[in-house]
């Protein structure tokens, strides 16, 4: 396959880095944060968004899927994912517009193309193009991950790699003459509270982190807080010590959690695991923490994206 | 990935539109609520007196005489007030909000008064004595005589037709023309210094050799009566302030008064010496403009902060004025212009303009004579003026150069961000080519600005008159039914076949091109009649005297006394119709989705049963507003063929016709008159408004909708009009203002002439709209104007809330 799987290009998009940037998400990611708010992000391979919430119940979508997923239940329309083949041919037939497929392939000349688009506003802001996922640095073929941000290096567009940094050390290596930035995610520092959030421990997360900022890659880090599971000043200190030993970030951005991804687990046909409580921190725990990095020397610290 | 993503750092949002407390000090508060507060009514005391003066003068001098003869007896004669408070006086009626009638324009029946008085939106009150005033003073004199009568009368029977039709508007028909704004030398000349140049020009008279002379002659008399008219004007409120400061037992009142009769005794016979006079110069000269005609887009103050900027300088040197009183100042001025509604209107200019907005429109920022970045101290003390106000009138836009500090773009961009509309965004550059390409000159040029809605004009050199909007989707409409309006149930294009007889798009467009130009035939032999009614019949001497070249011309401003002069036509309509050329294109020639055939009788039948078509043309067709070619092209190809058949036709005034892409209100009423169309939108439904996208159909953010704007080419314009509406927290925290003006500055990079912004969350103006008694402030963007929300009709309102919300974060 010499095509990239893509789940959304969004364009004015000005929480992913500087300025105005085009984020290109791609579809796909090795580790599944429980409270993950782009769950149709995370499979590998198209996907078949349904808002039943709005949908009538006219059949149009039963009228023309070949493999019979959709169907009558005597009252109402449902669905047998084990059946769909991601045709997309209910999504044009739909007549109220409330079916969607996640997921399209581009080739990377395509999605240079769409990038390019928006170049002025890159200029003007002093943005360029995010490559966030689902996890960029998990997609295949990854030469072509390469190829893209070398191609839009090429341009004169600033490229910002977003990454959980879940991914081999050498893919890492690839980007770093081309990409100008990583916004890494930094979950949790004790391994088994990584590993219980994530379903990964983060050794190769550290290391990674380590080894981009010796070859003296521009990174700011990511802190996704969750209230309760990673905001406690034990969670925080280690991430201060570590900066303290020598992993150089820019920025840290601390990005509480919120629950606008909670309706698009219906849509995709799962659950969202009710048992998980998750909170959003109080802005006042947010300054707390913040100001923990001012006071041990990190002025460069941001709440919000 | 980062899973969790914040969209709203710090909540910036105070535009809940819930009535709050605006004004600097209680003066202001107090000013300020009493202009909000106060009923708008009628004021019969201007047909009065002008009937009156008419049945003295008419006969005995020219026309021209006859005008300004008029204008100093109402002037000498109307009733006269101070307000409480006051620091810049004067009123058009008899107070706040009241409205004079212009029966030499529209002759008002009295079943228009009772409309007037009784309808729920844009009323003004009618006082009882007032109807039998009407029946048997105004209308038996002037019933005949108005304006409005001649051009009816005047008019072809296609004209009619296509104009009741909705096919096109006139603006003539019951304001006069108008469209233009002040210039420096307003406040650099006094009319005894008029008067002197009047007569200079009226010795230079050649009466051997010039056919005109005579005529030129009663025209440069007329201009100096009415400079008598301003100056009996402002003696009459010096003396009034004086008689009032004997009376005064406050002794800060009575030092106010006597500031005012002091102030009167300079202005407007001299030229102003402080910023105090500077003002209530402009104030006297937009008072006289106003009452001796009701131009539309009433009268601007030009480049405000560059004019008062030397008064201001030299007031705070010698120590007689501080930014505090500065702003006191400006924020009783801004009291005075939202004190006076527009005229009333009836039928269908009120559907049109359905506003009482009259257009003063301030230009601030910019660019000075010379080149150099014209921000200054005023410039941010209008900011903060307009910020504190937020009243409707006068609309404060900000002209945005590329020499303009970030800092000014910035405090403009937080106050707009507020969520009312204001300040909107002009691209000097822009402006400035858009002039030269008009033929002005570079210093003219760069002293230009926007008025009105967006109208480029050369400020205190040009009438720049706009004379109708012109209904691009409904032209479309009546191409695929071989000319036949199924709305009116009559023939009104030309015969050119059904829709099912074009073989290919490009026999379809050849339709449609031929049906504009009919149309535009008619519009504009009908433009040129008009004009010269008001040119024979209806001079304005006194916008003659302010406006550059008339005194040297012994020429009227309505006449083509000005140093340039355009007739503008408003396309309205090309998100709607582009979309319904690309749904057409793709749908029926490309990919043969369904026929034309199908196509039409599902738009004849509002789509009820065609739910397939309806999706596909709705969801599953290209539309302009996402950078996307396929749409953006056709919507290239429709307004450069409207641009290219309107620009250049001779006016009537020696200059020629030109084209802008602005609404008002007139989409909603262009909708009305409309079938359902081909991309999806309902019968009666609004169609878009200026360049903006169809509602709902930019689904790919703010700068795939800028890209889309910016292929259109707007040098070759006289204005357009977009509007972006966005959710609060796209608009958020310091990135977001940051992003915000960046993006302005893209489009205004890629020649974009004008953008401005609601900022307003759904839920409060359906709030609004369900309890209007808590959001009597609410203020939103219209066109290019603000209103009150409460203001509007419910289907401007559903469409305000309907428009495409920019929401990605």
């Known amino acids: ?305 | 990935m980062a899973e969790i993503n914040c969209s709203c750092a710090a909540p910036v949002s105070d535009n809940s539109g819930r009535n709050e407390v605006h004004g600097m000090n209680e003066r202001i508060r107090k000013l300020r609520a009493e202009s909000l507060n106060t009923q708008p009514s009628l004021y019969i005391g201007r047909a009065v007196l002008e009937t009156e003066a008419y049945e003295k003068y008419e006969g005995e001098v020219s026309v021209p005489e006859l005008r300004a003869l008029f204008l100093k007896h109402y002037f000498s004669n109307k009733e006269i007030s101070i307000h409480d408070g006051e620091l810049i006086v004067g009123e058009k009626g008899n107070g706040p909000q009241s409205a004079p009638s212009f029966p030499e324009l529209c002759c008002h029946t009295l079943e228009d008064m009772h409309v007037m008085n009784d309808r729920d939106l844009i009323n003004f009150k009618v006082k009882d004595e007032d109807f039998k005033i009407q029946e048997e003073k105004i209308i038996p004199f002037w019933e005949k005589r108005s304006i409005r009568h001649k051009i009816l009368n005047s008019m072809t029977e296609e004209w009619k037709k296509a104009y009741h039709a909705g096919i096109f508007t006139e603006f003539m028909e019951q304001r006069g023309p108008g469209h233009t704004v002040g210039s420096i030398k307003i406040y650099q000349k006094g009319f005894l210094d008029y008067q002197k140049d009047i007569q200079e020009a009226i010795d230079a008279l050649d009466f051997y050799h010039d056919p005109e002379a005579l005529k030129k002659k009663e025209q440069l008399n007329a201009m100096s009566i009415a400079c008598d008219a301003i100056m009996i004007l402002g003696r009459r409120y010096g003396e009034l302030a004086r008689s009032m400061a004997a009376e005064a037992t406050d002794p800060q009142r009575k030092e106010d008064l006597l500031k005012i009769a002091a102030n009167c005794d300079v202005v407007p016979a001299h030229k102003p010496e402080t910023f105090h006079q500077a003002l209530q110069m402009y104030w006297f000269v937009h008072l006289a403009v106003t009452s001796e005609l009701n131009p539309w887009d009433a009268y601007s103050p030009g480049r405000l902060d560059q004019h008062l900027y030397p008064f201001y300088k030299k007031d705070v040197a010698d120590g007689s004025l501080d930014r505090e009183h500065a702003l006191e100042l400006l924020e009783c001025l801004w009291v005075k212009f939202n004190n006076q509604p527009a005229p009333p209107k009836v039928g269908i200019t009120l559907k049109e303009s359905g506003t009482y907005t009259d257009f003063a429109n301030i230009n601030t920022g910019g660019i000075a004579p010379d080149g150099s970045n014209g921000v200054n101290d005023v410039s941010y003390l209008i900011l903060d003026c307009m910020d504190d106000m937020r009243l409707l009138q006068p609309s404060s836009n900000v002209q945005i150069s590329r020499k303009t500090p970030n800092k000014f773009l910035l405090r403009a961009c937080e106050i707009s961000r507020k969520g009312w509309g204001q300040p909107a965004f002009y691209n000097t550059e822009a402006i400035i080519q858009e002039l030269l390409n008009a033929g002005k000159s570079i210093e003219d040029a760069r002293m230009g600005g926007t008025s009105g809605c967006v109208e480029t004009g050369a400020f205190g050199n040009e009438a720049y008159i706009l004379t109708g909007y012109f209904n691009l989707p409904k032209i479309l409409e009546l191409t695929l039914y071989n000319g036949y309006d199924h709305v009116s149930g009559q023939q009104l294009g030309l015969q050119l076949g059904n829709a099912e007889d074009f073989k290919s798009y490009e026999e379809l467009f050849d339709a449609f091109k031929k049906q504009v130009e009919y149309f535009a035939d008619i519009k504009v032999k009908g433009s040129n009649v008009i004009e010269k009614i008001y040119a024979e019949y209806m001079p304005v001497p006194f916008l003659s005297i302010i406006t550059n070249d008339c005194i040297k011309k012994g020429k009227d401003y309505n006449a083509g006394g000005a140093r340039y002069n355009t007739s503008y036509l408003q396309g309205v309509g090309i998100g709607t119709i582009t979309d319904c050329l690309a749904a057409i294109k793709y749908n029926v020639y490309d990919e043969k989705k369904f026929t034309m055939a199908e196509l039409t009788d599902a738009m004849k039948k509002d789509f009820e049963g065609y739910d397939r078509i309806l999706n596909l043309v709705q969801n599953h067709s290209p539309k302009y507003g996402n950078d996307d070619d396929y749409a953006d092209d056709i919507m290239k190809s429709v307004f450069e063929f409207y641009r290219d058949t309107m620009t250049g036709r001779p006016n009537m005034r020696g200059g020629m016709y030109r084209v802008n892409m602005l609404p008002t209100t007139c989409h909603v009423y262009f909708g009305e008159v409309m079938m359902a169309s081909a991309n999806g939108r309902r019968a009666h439904k609004p169609v878009s408004e200026g360049i903006s996208p169809e509602k709902s159909a930019d689904t790919h953010g703010p700068t795939a909708v800028v890209k889309s704007c910016a292929k259109m080419d707007h040098l070759s314009t006289g204005g357009t009009l977009l509007n972006q509406k966005f959710t609060p927290s796209v608009v958020a925290g310091e990135q977001g203002l940051q992003q915000m003006a960046n993006l302005i500055r893209s489009y205004f990079n890629m020649d974009g002439h004008h953008i401005q912004f609601n900022v307003i969350d759904r839920q409060v103006l359906l709030n609004a709209q369900a309890h209007p008694e808590d959001y009597k402030d609410l203020i939103v963007r219209v066109a290019g104007y603000s209103d009150h929300f409460n203001n509007l009709s419910r289907a401007l309102q559903d469409e305000i809330i309907e428009r495409t919300e920019q929401s990605f974060a």
């Open chain 1, 1 to 305: 396959m010499d095509k990239l799987f893509v789940f959304n290009i969004q364009k004015y998009s000005i929480h992913d880095g500087d300025g105005i940037r085009t984020t290109i998400f791609f579809k796909g990611c090795p580790i599944r944060c429980a409270w993950c708010h782009n769950p149709e992000s995370q499979r590998f391979g198209p996907e078949l968004l349904w808002n039943q919430e709005k949908c009538t119940n006219c059949g149009a979508c039963v009228e023309v899927c070949p493999t019979h997923a959709m169907k009558w239940n005597g009252s109402k329309v449902i669905m047998d994912r084990s059946l769909c083949t991601q045709c997309g041919k209910c999504v044009e037939a739909c007549l109220n517009n409330v079916r969607e497929l996640a997921g399209k392939y581009y080739t990377v000349e395509e999605l240079v193309e769409e990038a390019e688009k928006d170049q002025m506003f890159y200029e003007e802001s002093g943005g360029g193009v995010t490559l966030s996922g689902g996890e960029v640095m998990a997609q295949e073929p990854f030469h072509l991950i390469v190829e893209l941000t070398r191609r839009l290096h090429e341009k004169g567009i600033p490229v910002a790699i977003d990454t959980s940094g879940f991914a081999p050390w050498e893919r890492f290596e690839a980007l770093l003459p081309f990409a100008d930035v990583f916004l890494y995610d930094l979950k949790a520092m004790d391994p088994e509270k990584h590993k219980r959030l994530i379903g990964a421990e983060n050794n190769l997360i550290l290391d990674n982190l380590r080894k981009l900022s010796q070859n003296g890659a521009k990174v700011y880090l990511r802190m996704p807080l969750v209230g309760g599971l990673n905001t406690d000043d034990e969670d925080i200190l280690p991430v201060i010590q570590l900066m303290q030993q020598g992993v150089r970030a820019e920025r840290v951005y601390l990005l509480p959690y919120h629950n606008t991804g909670k309706s698009k687990y219906a849509r995709l046909g799962r659950l969202y695991d009710i048992n998980s409580v998750f909170n959003v921190p109080s802005p006042e725990r947010l300054e707390e923490i913040a100001e923990l990095f001012r006071k041990n020397g990190f002025p460069n610290v941001r709440i919000g994206g």
